[in-house]
């Protein structure tokens, strides 16, 4: 069993800032990619940011619409990642969710794993 819980969401006025908590928990032989995802009411899913695994460089991806705002970084223990949030607008209102690539203990395929999401909200 693995799972991923989020903490750390919340609501704040704009320009303010927020730093959201992933850890990964359960029998997790390897963790690869991490990331952030968000979903607005009534939009796709997106993705916010993602982050390498420290083997793999610890490279970074982000949406355009949160470049140079938003900074995703991998924790220690290994199996967390970070979104700090600044400078946050109300168009970041969502509900952010942390995904990551699981190689579980005795198993053959690396699979995503989706933790169940933690609300921003973001007032003008």
């Known amino acids: 069993q693995v799972q991923l819980v989020e903490s750390g969401g919340g609501s704040v006025q704009a320009g303010g800032s927020l730093r959201l908590s992933c850890a990964a928990s359960g029998s997790i032989f390897s963790i690869n990619a991490m990331g952030w995802y968000r979903q607005a009411p009534g939009k796709q899913r997106e993705m916010v940011a993602i982050i390498t695994s420290i083997t793999s460089g610890g490279s970074t991806n982000y949406a355009d619409s949160v470049q140079g705002r938003f900074t995703v970084s991998r924790g220690n223990p290994k199996n967390t990642v970070y979104l700090q949030m600044n400078s946050l607008k109300p168009e970041d209102t969502a509900v952010y969710y942390c995904?990551?690539?699981?190689?579980?203990?005795?198993?053959?395929?690396?699979?995503?794993?989706w933790g169940q999401g933690t609300q921003v909200f973001v007032s003008s």
């Open positions: 995904k990551a690539e699981i190689l579980r203990s005795g198993g053959q395929r690396w699979a995503d794993y």
